[in-house]
């Protein structure tokens, strides 16, 4: 990292998303909505960071893993801190998420996800977490997620069920 | 007492209230020791997010000096995982004490992560059923112990204060020996700590360094009083900072589910999702 980079990476690093004065914080919320211990929340929170710098500091699109896409999409619904604190404020530059427009275009991200896994080692000088950087194969098949009232429904994996 | 110089102060608690004993006090007694013991560290940062913004004080836990020479017990490590992978990586306060709820399986759960130290194998009943539903009975051994460590920590209780203000020495001694368990003295003036003498510590700690070469117990919590600021400042003395730590502990069983949102400003009005990121230039 250059000098102006170790800067903006620790003006990132240092940004709290978290409200303290808040008892259900966006951590708390993340790691209910995905159903995360607290401790996986943090870290992936960690690793978007990272995520949103190297986006900064690269010239050359990136796709980040579905569980740091998460913890971004959690962020843009908190605007205030999005937008305001953390674009306008600390980095003073928007960053806008792009959704896939459809199946065409996996090839593309797929590369595009290598690209960002060789980038990441290339910066932080250590591999991604695998547990937050899955494999590109697990990245762009295990995406299927549906909102699940668990009020009014039990969820049982499928292993689980191939074994009974 | 030699045996206090071996057990953590939750094996201590564990002795003494074993089948009472709640899970949260052995939490907190844990947590408190790793911060003597400087494996972890309370840092505090005041940010402000804008100029035009008032600042917030925001309350860190981080690794300590001693995080890399501690090997943490299985009741210890609930706290000392997170910051395995990430060298720099600072987790509020809240949050910290949250992952150790979670991750202590609730009161059966860390009672047997304690007890698996095995340094309470010699007090304890086992049988199946015991170590089946995770039950702690004290055998005979175990209750003439706890008598014993019960009555040296009244004994200790009641002469400690008056023992750092006219003998330093031996009050230190006493300190060092019973380790994080001065957690569990019930009239140990926190302030009167600070007046500990550097050089006595010195000598302390070239007298251990000399019986041994292990980087151990005795040295990580010398460690604290030769640099005690963890009662300072805000956690101005042990109770309130424990009250502090009891608050948080309590805050995670009447959380508030939040699933609602406010609108403010510009507004919104739904959200109608999106299908997955396809990344971002």
């Known amino acids: 990292m250059t000098e102006e980079q170790i800067v903006l990476w620790n003006k990132i690093r240092n940004f709290e998303i978290d409200d303290p004065t808040s008892s259900f914080t966006f951590t708390d919320r993340l790691a209910r909505e995905n159903n995360w211990t607290i401790e996986y929340a943090i870290k992936a929170v960690f690793e978007y960071k990272k995520f949103l710098f190297l986006i900064l500091i690269a010239d050359f699109p990136l796709t980040p893993s579905d569980q740091i896409d998460q913890v971004w999409h959690l962020h843009l619904l908190y605007t205030q801190s999005y937008w305001i604190d953390f674009c306008k404020n600390t980095i003073q530059k928007d960053i806008h998420h792009g959704p896939t427009k459809g199946a065409e275009q996996k090839p593309l991200f797929k590369d595009q996800y290598l690209k960002t896994l060789e980038f990441y080692e290339s910066v932080f000088k250590k591999k991604p977490p695998k547990h937050i950087w899955v494999d590109v194969e697990t990245r762009f098949k295990e995406i299927h997620f549906t909102r699940v009232n668990r009020h009014k429904n039990w969820i049982f994996p499928k292993l689980l069920l191939k074994c009974s | ?281």
């Not at chain 2, 304690?114 to 089946?132: E, I, Q, W």
Request: one cysteine or more; a negative charge.
């Open chain 2, 1 to 281: 007492m030699r045996l206090l110089s071996i057990l953590t102060p939750a094996e201590t608690e564990l002795i003494l209230e074993n089948r009472t004993a709640s899970f949260k006090d052995l939490m907190k007694l844990t947590f408190m020791d790793l911060l003597l013991k400087k494996v972890i560290k309370i840092v505090e940062v005041e940010k402000q997010s804008h100029p035009r913004n008032d600042s917030r004080v925001y309350t860190y836990i981080e690794k300590g000096k001693n995080f890399a020479n501690c090997k943490p017990n299985p009741h210890e490590s609930i706290y000392t995982t997170p910051f395995e992978e990430e060298d720099d990586i600072q987790i509020l306060f809240h949050h910290f004490v949250k992952i150790g709820y979670e991750a202590t399986g609730k009161s059966i759960g860390y009672k047997k992560k304690v007890k698996k130290t095995g340094n309470l194998d010699a007090f304890l009943k086992s049988s199946f059923f015991l170590n089946l539903f995770g039950m702690i009975r004290l055998n005979k051994q175990g209750e003439k112990t706890k008598k014993e460590i019960s009555n040296y920590l009244k004994e200790v209780d009641s002469k400690i204060n008056h023992l750092l203000e006219n003998d330093k020495e031996k009050a230190l001694e006493i300190l060092l020996t019973i380790g994080g368990n001065i957690f569990l003295l019930k009239n140990l003036n926190f302030e009167l700590l600070k007046n500990i003498d550097k050089q006595l510590l010195a000598q302390k700690r070239s007298e251990s360094n000399s019986e041994s070469d292990d980087y151990g117990y005795w040295n990580l919590h010398m460690d604290f009083y030769e640099h005690n600021d963890l009662f300072s400042d805000d956690f101005d003395n042990g109770t309130s900072f424990q009250s502090y730590l009891d608050d948080t502990l309590d805050s995670f069983d009447t959380q508030f589910d939040a699933s609602g949102c406010s609108v403010f400003d510009s507004g919104c009005s739904s959200c109608s999702g999106c299908g997955g990121c396809g990344g971002c230039s």
